[in-house]
């Protein structure tokens, strides 16, 4: 049973659009939300990471809004470039260790 | 500086045969995983180590054994290789103070 549940499974975006995977999660006790990329052939690169006790963290055109309440996250990209196009996943753990990844995102931004 | 390198970058066994993976870092990192990716499960961590002469199980542990003997070192071993772990295998490393979780480029193995 996922723990962490991650949609939608693929996304086109065009060009300068705005990309949002959304996340939820079931254990109350995860305390990290990172988000990764990934490229084909090449293993996963953090993206951005938010802890609990904020509700949004912006690093340049990406964004992630958490909902504690709902037990929700999401990830915004700004500005959708080709080069964005990728892989993301969502995860979730208590203490950095026992890490649960989201089953992927396969977003394509078109030109 | 090569980060996290892992060896080999394919394999193919057959059924009941063994083999090692190997996981290195030169970052001084105290942690480590190894997680697989198969498509449509995301990552699934199968063992980690806080430390050298460390181990534990993650969500995925069976049919796996790992080893910890150097703190830049973390092997992956499969006693009798089953074609349900046809995967790509990732390793990954992070300091003790720090969140960030620094991934390799993956070892594709293929059981047949």
């Known amino acids: 049973q996922q723990q962490v549940k991650q949609s939608p499974q693929s996304l086109i975006v065009q060009k300068g659009g705005i990309s949002i995977i959304n996340c939820a999660y079931e254990n109350t006790a995860f305390d990290y939300f990172p988000w990764y990329q990934q490229f084909p052939g090449k293993g996963p690169a953090l993206l951005i990471a938010?802890?609990?006790?904020?509700s949004e963290k912006k690093e340049g055109r990406f964004t992630i809004s958490f909902n504690k309440s709902a037990k929700q996250f999401s990830l915004h990209i700004m500005d959708s470039q080709p080069g964005d196009s990728a892989t993301y996943f969502c995860?979730?753990?208590?203490?950095?260790?026992?890490?649960?990844f989201g089953a992927g995102t396969r977003l394509t931004v078109k030109p | 500086n090569a980060g996290v390198t892992q060896t080999p970058k394919f394999r193919v066994l057959k059924t009941g045969q063994s083999m090692t993976l190997l996981c290195a870092q030169d970052?001084?990192?105290?942690?480590m995983y190894w997680y697989r990716q198969d498509p449509g499960m995301g990552l699934r961590l199968i063992h980690y180590s806080v430390g050298e002469g460390t181990t534990a199980k993650g969500e995925v542990p069976d049919g796996y054994n790992v080893s910890r003997l150097k703190k830049q070192n973390f092997l992956l071993g499969l006693e009798s290789a089953a074609p349900s772990q046809t995967s790509v295998y990732f390793c990954a490393s992070r300091t003790s103070g720090g969140e960030t979780q620094y991934f390799g480029p993956g070892t594709r193995l293929l059981v047949l």
């Open positions: 938010i802890r609990p006790d904020v």
């Open positions: 995860a979730a753990s208590h203490n950095n260790n026992d890490m649960r």
């Open positions: 970052m001084n990192h105290e942690y």
